[in-house]
T-cell receptor
Framework: DAGVIQSPRHEVTEMGQEVTLRCKPISGHDYLFWYRQTMMRGLELLIYFNNNVPIDDSGMPEDRFSAKMPNASFSTLKIQPSEPRDSAVYFC?????????????????FGPGTRLTVL | AQSVTQLGSHVSVSEGALVLLRCNYSSSVPPYLFWYVQYPNQGLQLLLKYTTGATLVKGINGFEAEFKKSETSFHLTKPSAHMSDAAEYFCAVSGYSSASKIIFGSGTRLSIRP
């Protein structure tokens, strides 16, 4: 398997523009996670899906952020409108169900990330 | 609920020296514990994990960690550091529960001196 695939790898945009980040999880994984990493706040879980259904979006910072998973092999994270404080590296990760049936106990496989810069 | 604390945001050791990265956790259910490594401009990758059974866990690249319930710790060690070990290391905790989410620590940057 090619691993988790994210695109684009780098995105530079201007404040107010819409940004769409894309992720293809590992085939057969039931869970998909979106994270944001910054120097100030570290690694933050934004949202995760189970079988294409959003389960917990409590980490989404505000209404400007939205995420979808239309099928098992594709997810998007959209920011509209973007702001300079959204500049960060965004990671997608996927995993199989854990021993307890939840998202927590199995290995998460991370993509290479998308480095977003909002000017 | 779970939480994790990594002691020391930056650790520097000489090549060939012992590596010790500290991690303490709290968990209201039996914990599952992980160490992930992040090399520059890459995503995180699993180094090792503890679920159940043997408390000394061996991972990739010569790293190991020991689960100590009495100390609520899961410190990461490697007997002899190599230049290629320079990276950021994240400790993470989750619980044996269908509702548990994995919680990552703030990370420790490991530097290796020649």
């Amino acid at each position: 398997d090619a691993g988790v695939i994210q695109s684009p790898r780098h995105e530079v945009t201007e404040m107010g523009q819409e940004v769409t980040l894309r992720c293809k999880p590992i085939s057969g994984h039931d869970y998909l996670f979106w994270y944001r990493q910054t120097m100030m706040r570290g690694l933050e879980l934004l949202i995760y899906f189970n079988n294409n259904v959003p389960i917990d979006d409590s980490g989404m910072p505000e209404d400007r952020f939205s995420a979808k998973m239309p099928n098992a092999s594709f997810s998007t994270l959209k920011i509209q409108p973007s702001e300079p404080r959204d500049s960060a590296v965004y990671f997608c990760a996927s995993s199989a169900p854990g021993l307890a049936g939840g998202p927590s106990t199995d290995t998460q496989y991370f993509g290479p990330g998308t480095r977003l810069t909002v000017l | 609920a779970q939480s994790v604390t990594q002691l020391g945001s930056h650790v520097s050791v000489s090549e060939g020296a012992l590596v010790l990265l500290r991690c303490n956790y709290s968990s209201s259910v039996p914990p599952y514990l992980f160490w992930y490594v992040q090399y520059p401009n890459q995503g995180l990758q699993l180094l090792l994990k503890y679920t159940t059974g043997a408390t000394l866990v061996k991972g990739i690249n010569g790293f190991e960690a020991e689960f100590k319930k009495s100390e609520t710790s899961f410190h990461l060690t490697k007997p002899s550091a190599h230049m290629s070990d320079a990276a950021e290391y994240f400790c993470a905790v989750s619980g044996y529960s269908s509702a548990s989410k994995i919680i990552f620590g703030s990370g420790t940057r490991l530097s290796i001196r020649p």
